[in-house]
């Protein structure tokens, strides 16, 4: 097929602007990959930036922080290391044996005690107690329960704290003080949690509240320092003893 010179030339038009077509969708095709990556990158970061800050604001506040620190701390009473007076019969294979000398020895036991009978303690060897009632003999530490007859701690509050839980028990007889160091002016509340009310006595010895004057569970003690120093918190036992529990809340001043 033969051409003129017009056609060619029309041909050669209709050519250049076919390629130009095809660069220029080229470039725009590209360009729009270019924002659609841009777009995309953004959302990346938009979406970074959003977990982040979900993150912060997931993580406790300052207050949220002192908010844990003031949780209570617990007071409990050492039960080794120390005189024991009475112990209770605690035998997981019970009766509980009862030996004339402090060893598993074949012919050396004496007698045998239910679970929940009281022993009075005369003496401590290597994990045995010599009692003395109601059975003379030796009978294995780590089958019964016992506390230390006399008991002197300080109530030391968590950082930032201003409470405590106080909980332990006396069996038989003694006396368990608990000391709180207070300042002029700041607010003493202790809240009864337990069968015993505990004595508040004053750094010279003054009794501010006994159990007579506070009675019954649930039954709380408010009173404003009249003078700084340590006060106590006293539980006596003259008998077979009891279990305690109460709370103790300062109000006012910094503690020191």
């Known amino acids: 097929m033969s051409l003129n010179i017009g056609q060619l030339i029309i041909t050669g038009i209709a050519g250049l602007a076919s390629a130009t077509s095809i660069a220029y969708f080229t470039i725009q095709s590209g360009s729009s990959q270019l924002a659609s990556n841009s777009f995309q990158a953004k959302n990346l ?23 844990q620190k003031s949780s209570p701390v617990v007071i409990t009473p050492p039960t080794s290391g120390c005189k024991i007076n009475m112990a209770i019969v605690d035998d997981p294979d019970a009766p509980l044996n009862v030996r004339s000398s402090p060893e598993v020895k074949k012919g050396n036991i004496v007698g045998q005690l239910n679970n929940n009978t009281f022993v009075s303690v005369a003496n401590e060897q290597s994990g045995w107690l010599e009692i003395t009632n109601p059975v003379t003999g030796w009978v294995a530490k780590n ?9 002197d701690q300080t109530i030391t509050f968590s950082p930032k704290g201003d409470t405590a839980i106080v909980r332990g028990q006396i069996i038989g007889t ?78 006012g001043n910094e503690n020191f």
Not at 143 to 151: E, F, I, L, P
Request: hydrophobic letters at 35%; one cysteine or more.
């Open 45 to 67: 970061d938009n979406n970074l930036v959003s977990h982040q800050s979900k993150s912060s604001s997931s993580t406790p506040n300052s207050s949220d922080l002192v908010s």
């Open 143 to 151: 089958r019964t329960r016992s506390s230390c007859a006399k008991v």
């Open 174 to 251: 003694g006396s368990h003080n608990y000391r709180v160091r207070m300042i002029q002016g700041q607010t003493l509340i202790i809240k009864n949690l337990g069968d015993v009310f505990p004595a508040i006595i004053s750094p010279d010895g003054q009794v501010m509240a006994t159990a007579s004057n506070v009675e019954g569970r649930e039954s709380e003690w408010t009173g404003i320092i009249p003078v700084s120093g340590v006060y106590t918190l006293q539980l006596d036992s003259n008998f077979r003893g009891f279990e305690y529990e109460f709370l103790v809340l300062i109000e």
